[in-house]
């Protein structure tokens, strides 16, 4: 067998085990939901909804767009149990970044945050950035958004009715990326077996629910700091919601 032969099998191997490690690693992200009528950030992952307040001090940038994408002053604050965004006018679109920060996985099954400075007999350590992106219009064309690394564009109308196919394109600093994981429900299904983007970067599928959706991008990308992580993993999430019929 030749050297690169090897050589690439291995490689193969040792992203599959990266994507495998961070997949369980790292499975909360964030993304928007109505509560009581108002839009909140949400943190979790499935059907918990953990504490986002408390997880506020790490979001670096929150913003909010009108329906011709100008921006519109908008903050994201605590409201009691969750965090609701908050703006003076209307926003059809809000984008929100956090910085998890450093985490590694102890041989005892733990997460700590520590870097594998800190940890250097860690199963995996890795760095954690989060994206959120409501969309609250199904036919806009969705621009590149400051901040947004890793984002889920629709290709095209997002369909009114569920079971309808749709395609989206994952960007990742401004190109099209392949090989990211997607999730096409996270709320409802976060276990499921995640499809993957083609060359072009993009990935088509039937939209799961009469309500909100959530689809979430994975991106496992290289570290740039090998003596704290090993790697840096991107998610990222689309929500929108398709309207139910009338009352």
């Known amino acids: 067998m030749k050297l690169k032969t090897v050589s690439t099998i291995f490689s193969v191997v040792a992203l599959v085990a990266g994507l495998a490690n961070s997949t369980t690693a790292s499975a909360h992200a964030i993304w928007f939901a109505q509560r009581a009528k108002q839009l909140a950030m949400i943190y979790g992952v499935g059907a918990d909804d953990l504490d986002a307040v408390k997880r506020l001090p790490l979001l670096q940038t929150v913003n909010g767009y009108d329906a011709d994408w100008q921006k519109v002053p908008t903050t994201i604050k605590a409201n009691g149990p969750i965090a609701t965004v908050d703006s003076e006018d209307p926003v059809t679109t809000v984008a929100a970044v956090m910085d998890y920060g450093i985490w590694a996985k102890g041989k ?26 409501f969309l609250g219009s199904l036919t806009a064309k969705v621009p590149l958004l400051e901040g947004q690394d890793l984002q889920i564009v629709p290709v095209g109308e997002i369909p009114a009715e569920y079971n309808k196919p749709a395609t989206f394109k994952v960007m990742f600093k401004g190109k099209p990326i392949k090989g990211v994981q997607i999730l096409r429900d996270y709320v409802n299904d976060p276990d499921q077996t995640p499809q993957i983007t083609a060359d072009d970067g993009t990935v088509t599928f039937d939209i799961r629910n009469q309500g909100l959706n959530v689809v979430v991008a994975i991106y496992v990308g290289q570290t740039d700091n090998a003596a704290k992580y090993d790697h840096i993993e991107h998610r990222a999430t689309l929500s929108f919601v398709l309207p139910h019929k009338p009352e």
């Open 108 to 133: 005892d099954g733990e997460w700590y945050k520590k870097g594998r400075d800190e940890l250097p007999d860690a199963v995996v350590a890795e760095h954690n950035y989060k994206y959120g992106v």
